[in-house]
């Protein structure tokens, strides 16, 4: 059974679709706080700020549209990740607890389970720590970069109980 983290995140899960394909809420929460946790190299009993962000479910279109908008690629994806940025005109030592927006498309995400020969709930928790990772400034644009960011899934899946997702 998962044991369930508490401290100060606030978390926003919308949902376009509703299908029993997609985790529960409780359950993307608790992957959420220990991705957050663990990439900050804190144990469970550790305080941290107070933190604010938006999980959207949504179809192909509204991927593919967010996609084309902002990364300029017209194509699906299955996880898009907006990390939150100050406005220019706010001073620069104005503390903001908003992590940003992570999007994950539930029919790429079936799909590649599907196609790859993944446990669906395991694929959904690696969707979820792999936006939360992007929100943190991690990337896999260079291979050495690439490491870093999946050793740290890795990781951050083993804690949750599951396998190797590469």
């Not at 998962?2 to 376009?16: A, H, N, S």
């Not at 908003?98 to 969707?127: N, T």
């Not at 991690?138 to 690439?146: F, G, M, P, W």
Request: hydrophobic share 40%; charged share 20%.
């Amino acid at each position: 059974m998962q044991e369930y983290l508490e401290f100060p995140v606030v978390i926003d899960i919308q949902r376009v679709i509703n299908a029993d394909s997609i985790p529960g809420n409780e359950l993307i929460e608790n992957w959420i706080k220990v991705s957050l946790l663990e990439e900050q190299g804190q144990t469970k009993k550790s305080i941290i700020n107070d933190q604010e962000l938006t999980i959207r479910i949504v179809n192909k279109e509204e991927i593919q549209t967010l996609n084309k908008t902002y990364r300029h690629h017209d194509k699906t994806t299955n996880v898009l990740s907006f990390p939150f940025e100050v406005p220019a005109h706010l001073p620069p030592n104005i503390a903001m607890p908003l992590l940003g927006d992570i999007v994950i498309c539930h029919d790429i995400v079936v799909e590649e389970a599907q196609q790859q020969g993944k446990k669906l709930l395991e694929h959904w928790a690696h969707m979820v720590v792999h936006g939360v990772l992007h929100l943190k400034a991690y990337n896999h644009i260079q291979d050495s970069d690439a490491q870093i960011m999946e050793a740290l899934e890795i990781k951050i899946l083993a804690q949750l109980g599951f396998s190797n997702p590469y």
